[in-house]
T-cell receptor, first 113, second 116 residues
């Protein structure tokens, strides 16, 4: 079946530091890959997506590249802000699973001023 | 577009009681999903509807759980004889079938259930 593994948190960084959150996946077929963000007290929001190999998703300074050869979709940001503090979820959906989302366990990011 | 609404936001219930949650999706979305999220974990799929038809149910959805979407609009999730292990955040999401593969899900803020 499909599965997503992401690095455990919390990840604690100082403002303006470089961020990487690792995500690897197992899936049959050709899944679409996503990063969702959950701010305190709010629902999940789509941060970025990539639907085929070598695609790069980007939004709000965050980027992730769909790497089929390493089955990875690592999230990066060059300079984090305090407002980026949240929980980040890597997820995939595939046609052979009814396009339901399969999520990783989430990584909490804490950015200190 | 007012987004996906879930009611109530919080529910505290005694073990053994029944609870029902409601989800109002975005009106033009034909697919509706329920997920469960326990503390420190990612959301886990429970079930989904296309219009009023329930198309798939997870093994996580025991016989104490039932979901309906009677007119293809709002949905309810009922848990009978609640157990402490049912304590979690219950998330609803909706999408257009044609937009799913592009990440076209919209999530509600969830209902947090605490069973005491």
């Amino acid at each position: 079946g499909n599965s997503v593994t992401q690095m455990e948190g919390p990840v604690t960084l100082s403002e303006e530091a470089f961020l990487t959150i690792n995500c690897t996946y197992t899936a049959t077929g050709y899944p679409s890959l996503f990063w969702y963000v959950q701010y305190p007290g709010e629902g999940l929001q789509l941060l970025l997506k990539a639907t085929k190999a070598d695609d790069k998703g980007s939004n709000k300074g965050f980027e992730a590249t769909y790497r089929k050869e390493t089955t990875s979709f690592h999230l990066e940001k060059g300079s984090v802000q305090v407002s980026d503090s949240a929980v980040y979820f890597c997820a995939l959906s595939s046609n052979n699973a009814g396009n339901m989302l399969t999520f990783g366990g989430g990584t909490r990011l804490m950015v200190k001023p | 577009d007012t987004g996906v609404s879930q009611d109530p936001r919080h529910k505290i219930t005694k073990r053994g009681q029944n609870v029902t949650f409601r989800c109002d999706p975005i009106s033009e979305h034909n697919r509706l999903y329920w997920y469960r999220q326990t503390l420190g974990q990612g959301p886990e799929f429970l079930t989904y509807f296309q219009n009023e038809a329930q198309l798939e149910k997870s093994r996580l959805l025991s016989d104490r759980f039932s979901a309906e979407r009677p007119k293809g609009s709002f949905s309810t999730l009922e848990i009978q004889r609640t157990e402490q292990g049912d304590s979690a955040m219950y998330l609803c999401a909706s999408s257009l079938r044609s937009r799913q593969g592009m990440g076209g899900y919209t999530f509600g803020s969830g209902t947090r259930l605490t069973v005491v």
